[in-house]
């Protein structure tokens, strides 16, 4: 069973920090990708940040309009999920679900979602 809970969302000032954090609470396996993305209303879901099952940096996918100002990195042990979010923008304000995506079979993907967490950036 997969469960995602995240959390860390807030409202902040341009330029502002935050740390978003996704729990699983289930099994985590070799081959799942974890990642965020985000949505803001009438769009739809985008990218942020996700991470390959070997953690190295290379296999790591970050949007370019986040590059330099979002890190994604893992807890593996604790099975916790973290995005790293420095030099907020109003543009980032979005509702941010964490993402896990694990291959079934060739051709068969599992694909859960936690619930979001709200972040605002507005002065």
């Known amino acids: 069973q997969v469960q995602l809970v995240e959390s860390g969302g807030a409202v902040v000032q341009p330029g502002s920090s935050l740390k978003l954090s996704c729990a699983h609470s289930g099994s985590l396996f070799s081959v799942d990708n974890w990642g965020w993305y985000r949505q803001t209303p009438g769009a739809d879901r985008e990218l942020v940040a996700v991470?390959?099952?070997?953690?190295?940096?290379?296999?790591?996918n970050i949007t370019d309009s986040v590059k330099g100002r979002f890190t994604i990195s893992v807890d593996r042990a604790k099975r916790i999920l973290f995005l790293d979010m420095n030099d907020l923008k109003p543009e980032d304000t979005a509702v941010y679900y964490c993402?896990?995506?694990?291959?079934?079979?060739?051709?068969?993907?599992?694909?859960?979602w936690g619930q979001g967490t709200q972040v605002t950036v507005s002065s």
């Open positions: 991470m390959s099952p070997s953690g190295s940096a290379n296999s790591i």
């Open positions: 993402n896990l995506r694990r291959p079934l079979t060739p051709t068969q993907t599992a694909n859960y």
